[in-house]
């Protein structure tokens, strides 16, 4: 790429032996005849270097530098000043409102030959250096948030299977006596009929009592009540179940795991956000589930695949509700949809919704770290990426997604139902 060499001097002479000069050395030229149309200059044409004259009416060569110097879009473009100024103040005053150098009239071509290349090299390094330090920092910051999110989920795994074993203990004891107390009220009942049959004429003061408990009300409930005790106690022990499929530890090796238990069990954490809320109806999830086997795999990173899509398609469904308007309805029903078949040597896994599509120069972005178009503070920019890093690095598979605005997304994990161990990655 050819540089552009923006030269600002209000003598006629001046500016046409630089111009030819830089010409034939293979540079790019550009003129200003004064400091206020060399700002508008570069406004529309950012060079890479300036050459300035000291000495202009309006505004001078010092007062067009510091302006320049201000402005962000044109602070990091080197200046060199061009002067008969041999006194050292002025040279001085040049430098300290940004120039790099300067060179002294009458011209000597070697000398700007010489110094104009030098300060580019300098400036191109400046800022070949100033991007792999932006880059260097990205991927510092996207590891980091990475290493977060891995011990938040690797510290949440450990949370959840701890809560669920300690849900389990006390879940076991009220199912285990919800039944000891079906049997002993059954047994209780059929003593009070037996009496109830043996007194023919039971004391006043016990017709009395038997209407203030309303023995009838209580046959008939008490069964009812113990049943409902009893079923919300099986929900539990579902939901811890769901806990400990989805927070299997990590391992270094892969195990076989079955991969619709692994987005049941997500499917039962994320239960609270697909539930009818204000302003939104409940989401619907239709499962299509082929017959698929076990497959070796990290369960534990799995799950946080399914965590991260199925989080991303709420979050999706949410957002068109939020932006509803009249000229764009909604679907009749929110909906996501998860489908699993073997492909090959492959088992595809598709979860899709209905919301309102990825626009397509978003779309080759969305697998980069940090990358986000939520709100700040509503997304990281990291779940999709780590969602992409566990399939196509860990599991040896691929991520993809198709999408079409006002149509909806649909992602698909593809997973080797035979993974290789040895090649790998551990």
Same mark, same amino acid.
């Given at each position: 790429?050819?540089?552009l060499v923006?030269i600002?001097?209000?003598t006629?002479t001046n500016?046409?032996?630089?111009?030819l000069t830089?010409?034939n050395? +293979?540079?790019e030229?550009?003129?200003?005849?004064s400091?206020e149309?060399a700002?508008?200059?570069?406004?529309r044409c950012?060079? !890479?270097l300036i050459l300035l004259?000291?000495?202009? *009416?309006? $505004?001078d +060569?010092?007062e &067009?530098c510091l302006r320049?110097?201000?402005?962000?879009?044109?602070a990091?473009?080197?200046?060199?000043?061009?002067t008969?100024l041999t006194?050292i103040?002025?040279k001085? #005053?040049?430098?300290?409102?940004?120039?790099v150098? @300067?060179?002294t009239?009458p011209f000597?071509?070697?000398?700007v030959?010489a110094?104009i290349?030098t300060?580019?090299r300098? @400036?191109?390094l400046?800022?070949k250096?100033?991007?792999?330090?932006e880059?260097?920092?990205?991927e510092?910051?996207?590891?980091?948030m990475?290493?977060?999110?891995?011990?938040?989920?690797?510290?949440?795994?450990?949370l959840i299977?701890?809560v669920?074993?300690e849900?389990?203990?006390p879940?076991g004891?009220?199912? +285990?006596?919800i039944?000891l107390a079906?049997?002993?009220?059954g047994?209780l009942?059929? =003593?009070?009929r037996g009496?109830?049959?043996?007194?023919k004429?039971? !004391?006043p003061e016990?017709?009395k009592l038997?209407a203030q408990i309303?023995l009838?009300y209580?046959?008939e409930?008490l069964?009812?009540?113990l049943?409902?005790?009893?079923g919300?106690?099986? #929900?539990i022990?579902?939901?811890?179940?769901?806990?400990?499929?989805f927070?299997?530890m990590?391992?270094d090796?892969?195990q076989?795991?079955?991969v619709?238990?692994?987005i049941? !069990?997500?499917?039962m954490i994320l #239960?609270h956000?697909?539930?009818y809320?204000?302003?939104?109806?409940?989401i619907? =999830?239709?499962?299509?589930?082929?017959e698929i086997?076990? /497959?070796?795999?990290f369960?534990?990173q799995l799950?946080?695949?399914f965590?991260n /899509?199925?989080?991303?398609?709420?979050d999706?469904?949410d957002e068109m509700?939020?932006d509803?308007q009249e000229?764009?309805p909604?679907?009749?029903?929110?909906?996501?949809?998860i489908r699993?078949?073997?492909?090959?040597?492959?088992?595809?896994?598709?979860i899709g919704?209905?919301g309102k599509?990825?626009p397509?120069?978003?779309?080759p972005r /969305?697998?980069?770290?940090l990358f986000?178009?939520?709100?700040i503070g509503?997304? &990281?920019?990291?779940g999709?990426a780590?969602?992409?890093?566990? =399939?196509t690095?860990k599991?040896?598979g691929t $991520? &993809?997604v198709?999408?079409? =605005? +006002?149509?909806g997304?649909?992602?698909?994990i593809r997973?080797?139902t035979?993974l290789?161990?040895?090649s790998? *990655?551990?």
């Amino acid at each position: 790429m050819t540089d552009l060499v923006l030269i600002v001097d209000d003598t006629p002479t001046n500016l046409d032996v630089l111009s030819l000069t830089l010409s034939n050395s +293979g540079f790019e030229v550009a003129i200003a005849t004064s400091g206020e149309r060399a700002l508008q200059q570069v406004a529309r044409c950012l060079p !890479s270097l300036i050459l300035l004259d000291v000495m202009m *009416p309006g $505004l001078d +060569g010092f007062e &067009t530098c510091l302006r320049l110097k201000e402005n962000p879009e044109t602070a990091q473009v080197p200046v060199i000043f061009m002067t008969a100024l041999t006194d050292i103040k002025s040279k001085m #005053r040049g430098l300290e409102v940004g120039a790099v150098d @300067y060179i002294t009239k009458p011209f000597h071509t070697k000398e700007v030959l010489a110094r104009i290349r030098t300060h580019l090299r300098l @400036y191109h390094l400046t800022e070949k250096l100033a991007q792999e330090v932006e880059n260097a920092t990205t991927e510092l910051r996207a590891s980091q948030m990475q290493l977060v999110q891995s011990e938040k989920m690797s510290a949440l795994g450990s949370l959840i299977a701890g809560v669920a074993h300690e849900i389990n203990n006390p879940v076991g004891c009220i199912l +285990g006596n919800i039944q000891l107390a079906e049997d002993a009220l059954g047994d209780l009942f059929k =003593v009070i009929r037996g009496y109830q049959q043996e007194l023919k004429e039971p !004391s006043p003061e016990l017709l009395k009592l038997l209407a203030q408990i309303d023995l009838d009300y209580l046959q008939e409930d008490l069964p009812k009540l113990l049943n409902s005790i009893k079923g919300s106690g099986e #929900r539990i022990t579902t939901i811890s179940r769901s806990l400990r499929t989805f927070s299997r530890m990590g391992s270094d090796r892969p195990q076989l795991f079955n991969v619709h238990d692994g987005i049941d !069990s997500t499917l039962m954490i994320l #239960r609270h956000r697909l539930i009818y809320k204000k302003g939104r109806p409940v989401i619907e =999830v239709v499962t299509d589930y082929g017959e698929i086997p076990d /497959i070796l795999c990290f369960p534990d990173q799995l799950n946080q695949v399914f965590m991260n /899509i199925l989080a991303n398609a709420i979050d999706a469904l949410d957002e068109m509700v939020s932006d509803w308007q009249e000229a764009n309805p909604l679907p009749d029903v929110l909906k996501i949809t998860i489908r699993t078949r073997v492909d090959g040597e492959f088992l595809s896994i598709k979860i899709g919704d209905n919301g309102k599509g990825i626009p397509e120069q978003i779309k080759p972005r /969305i697998f980069e770290h940090l990358f986000t178009t939520k709100q700040i503070g509503k997304g &990281t920019g990291l779940g999709l990426a780590i969602a992409h890093q566990i =399939v196509t690095e860990k599991h040896l598979g691929t $991520l &993809t997604v198709e999408s079409q =605005v +006002g149509q909806g997304t649909e992602f698909e994990i593809r997973l080797p139902t035979q993974l290789d161990v040895e090649s790998g *990655p551990a």
